[in-house]
């Protein structure tokens, strides 16, 4: 059915993260396996952040880690990052449109 990874990470650098986020959908246009993805600040927790990556399965999501332009981008978030991020690898269940 799918594949959704969460990534939640805190920063004060945010304009910069969505700046390479968009630097890395040129580079891998044609290439990556993300299908889309969501960024989300936490009204409760200022600065903290959610990004949820949609992949048609969960290999994809694996082909999608090994491009070289994943591993530049995760390195440049990482550092912009206030601590490290937690990751969730879901397999997606049910989805709906409500």
């Not at 990470?9 to 959908?25: A, L, M, Q, V, W």
């Not at 200022?46 to 390195?75: C, D, H, R």
Request: aromatic share 8%; charged share 30%; proline share 3%.
């Amino acid at each position: 059915m799918g594949f959704v990874q969460i990534i939640e990470f805190k920063t004060s650098n945010i304009d910069e993260i969505r700046r390479i986020g968009d630097e890395f959908e040129q580079a891998t246009r044609g290439k990556r396996t993300a299908t889309r993805m969501t960024l989300c600040e936490d009204r409760d927790r200022p600065g903290t952040y959610v990004q949820m990556v949609e992949f048609p399965s969960y290999e994809e999501a694996m082909k999608n880690s090994q491009l070289p332009e994943t591993q530049e981008i995760s390195g440049k978030m990482q550092s912009l990052a206030d601590g490290s991020a937690t990751f969730r690898n879901l397999d997606v269940i049910e989805m709906r449109e409500l």
